[in-house]
C-alpha cells in the first residue's frame, strides 16, 4: 500500500496539485448575460439515473455526446438551476468506456449578472473531432432537497418524502433520445405524477424522443422513508500529527440536525418508552455509530452541555468503533451538536518515503455510518503538522472550495505548527472512503526544537530562582 503512497509523492512534486487547486478557484469563466451553450454538441442517447434510497438524491448519467460542428470540440456545459446549483456537491465526469482514465476537468461558471441557470463546464481530455462520439458518466449528488409530507407527524407515524424533478434531464444539448429511472427505498409509493413504468421500487419515465436543449417536464413523487434525514449544517476537523510523541490526534465538533418530519404533539417519552421494546421503524436518530482505523484509543465524546450522553468505545487491531446514543432521540428540526475525539499510533497513518519526506494518509471525515447516509453542508478540515514541517502538498478527490496554508501555535511552540486547512461543501457520507494524503518535508533537527525549547524554559527557571536566591534582600549592615 505505501507503494501507492510513494507515487502520490510523486505525482504531488510534479503536478503541483496544490497550485492547480488553488487556481482553478481563481480562474472561473465569466458568463456575458446573453450566454447560451454553443450547439457543437447532440446527445444521442442519454440515461439517467436518481437514487433515492438514502437522505439525499444521487445522480448518475450516461451520455453519449457527438460533435455536430465543423471543427474539433472540448467544452460541454451542464445546466442547473439557480436554486439547486448551490446544493449540488462531488459533481465528477469520467469517460464510460474507460474507467482507468483521470475524471475530466470540472468548472463552476459565473455570470456578469444575476441568472437563473447556472453552468458546470466540462473540460475533454482531448479535442472531440468532428461527426465523433463520447459517452460520458455524470455523477453528481444533491442535498436538502427531499420535502417531508405532511410537514409535521406523531412520533409513530411513517414518514413520506416528496420529490419534484424535470423527468427530462438536465442539459443545454438537443437529446435525440433520453429515460429518467428513479430507485426508492421502498415499494410504498402512494403518489407520482405522469406515466411512469413501474417495476417494484423502480419507476422509468420515458423514453423521450428529440428533447429541446434546455426543456422541463416537472413531475413529483411521493415514497415513504420512515428514516432519519441526517444532515450536518458544520463539521470541524482537527487532525494533530506529532513525531516526537509518535501520535496522530483527531477531533471533530458536529452541527447536527434531522431534516425529517417535526413533531405534531409534544414528544412523549412514556409512549417512546413503551415502544422501545419492539424497535419499529423511526424517522427519529436514536444513535450514531462511527467506525475508526484499527488501533484508534482514547476516545471521548461530549455533547453540548458535558458528557450525559451515552456512548461506547470498542477497538482492535483491524478495526474500532464509537458508538453514540443521545439522551434523547432526535426528531425532524431538532439539533444536536456534539464532539468527539481519538488518538492513534502515528505509524499506522504516516509513513517516511526517504530522506527528510513523509507522506500522511487518513481519510477526508470519520463521520456516522448509517444505512440511510448523511450530509455534509460544510466540512472544514484542518491538519496541523509538526513544528519546522516544510513543502506541504496534498492530494484529495473531494471537491474544495476552500485551501489555506498557514501557522498555529500550540503548547511549547516557538515558531508554531504549519497548518493546512480544507473547505469543502455539499459532502455526503461517501467520503469516509476518499483519502486526504498530505506530504511534507520535516528535518531531522526539526524533531529537536521541542525538547531544546522545553529544557532551555526549565533552565531559565532554575537560573532566574538562583539569581533571585542570591539577592542580598537584609536592611542592615553585613558584620566585619
Not at 181 to 207: A, C, N, R, V, W
Not at 370 to 381: L, Q
Request: glycine residues 6%; proline residues 6%.
Amino acid at each position: 500500500m505505501w507503494q501507492l503512497y510513494r507515487v502520490a509523492l510523486l505525482l504531488l512534486t510534479v503536478c503541483g496539485l496544490c497550485v492547480a487547486a488553488a487556481d482553478a478557484e481563481s480562474s472561473r469563466q465569466i458568463l456575458p448575460k446573453t450566454f447560451k451553450p454553443p450547439q457543437v454538441f447532440k446527445n444521442t442517447n442519454l440515461v439517467r439515473n436518481t437514487n433515492l434510497e438514502k437522505g439525499y438524491i444521487k445522480e448518475s448519467i450516461n451520455v453519449v455526446i457527438e460533435n455536430v460542428d465543423s471543427s474539433p470540440q472540448s467544452e460541454y456545459y451542464i445546466p442547473f438551476d439557480a436554486d439547486t446549483i448551490g446544493k449540488v456537491g462531488g459533481i465528477e465526469v469520467r469517460d464510460k468506456k474507460d474507467a482507468t482514465k483521470p475524471a475530466f476537468k470540472v468548472e463552476l461558471t459565473e455570470w456578469e449578472i444575476e441568472s437563473s441557470t447556472q453552468f458546470y463546464r466540462i473540460s475533454l481530455a482531448e479535442p472531440l473531432p468532428p461527426k465523433s462520439q463520447q459517452t460520458l458518466q455524470i455523477t453528481y449528488h444533491i442535498l436538502s432537497s427531499l420535502s417531508p409530507l405532511p410537514a409535521t407527524i406523531s412520533q409513530t407515524d411513517k414518514q413520506y418524502l416528496l420529490y419534484k424533478f424535470s423527468s427530462y434531464s438536465p442539459s443545454g444539448y438537443q437529446t435525440t433520445k433520453q429515460k429518467t429511472k428513479l430507485k426508492f427505498p421502498t415499494t410504498d409509493i402512494p403518489s407520482s405524477t405522469g406515466k411512469p413504468e413501474k417495476q417494484g421500487s423502480t419507476y422509468t419515465y420515458g423514453p423521450y424522443d428529440n428533447v429541446p436543449a434546455g426543456a422541463e417536464q416537472i413531475e413529483s413523487v411521493r415514497y415513504e422513508f420512515t428514516k432519519p434525514l441526517v444532515h450536518a449544517t458544520l463539521l470541524e476537523r482537527d487532525v494533530e500529527i506529532s513525531h516526537w510523541g509518535g501520535n496522530a490526534a483527531f477531533e471533530e465538533r458536529y452541527q447536527l440536525t434531522n431534516q425529517g418530519a417535526s413533531l405534531s404533539k409534544q414528544f412523549s417519552r412514556l409512549q417512546w418508552q413503551q415502544t422501545a421494546y419492539y424497535k419499529p421503524a423511526s424517522s427519529a436518530i436514536t444513535g450514531l455509530k462511527i467506525p475508526l482505523r484499527g488501533g484508534s484509543k482514547d476516545a471521548y465524546f461530549t455533547d453540548e452541555i458535558g458528557n450525559i450522553s451515552t456512548s461506547n468505545f470498542r477497538t482492535g487491531e483491524r478495526e474500532a468503533v464509537l458508538e453514540l446514543k443521545p439522551r434523547y432521540p432526535i426528531f425532524g428540526s431538532w439539533k444536536f451538536p456534539f464532539t468527539v475525539g481519538w488518538n492513534g499510533e502515528l505509524s499506522n497513518y504516516v509513513r517516511k518515503v526517504g530522506g527528510e519526506s513523509y507522506v500522511l494518509n487518513v481519510p477526508f471525515v470519520d463521520g456516522p455510518k448509517m444505512a440511510e447516509g448523511a450530509s455534509y453542508a460544510k466540512i472544514n478540515v484542518r491538519v496541523s503538522l509538526p513544528e519546522g514541517a516544510t513543502n506541504v502538498q496534498y492530494q484529495t478527490s473531494v471537491p474544495l472550495v476552500g485551501v489555506e496554508i498557514s501557522s498555529r501555535k500550540t503548547y511549547m511552540d516557538t515558531l508554531g505548527r504549519t497548518t493546512l486547512t480544507l473547505s469543502a461543501s455539499n459532502v455526503i457520507d461517501e467520503a469516509r472512503e476518499q483519502p486526504l494524503i498530505v506530504t511534507y518535508d520535516y528535518p531531522f533537527m526539526a524533531g529537536f526544537r521541542k525538547p531544546i525549547t522545553i529544557f532551555v524554559g526549565i533552565l531559565a527557571v532554575f537560573a532566574t530562582a538562583w539569581a533571585i536566591g542570591n539577592v542580598d534582600v537584609s536592611i542592615g549592615k553585613k558584620k566585619a
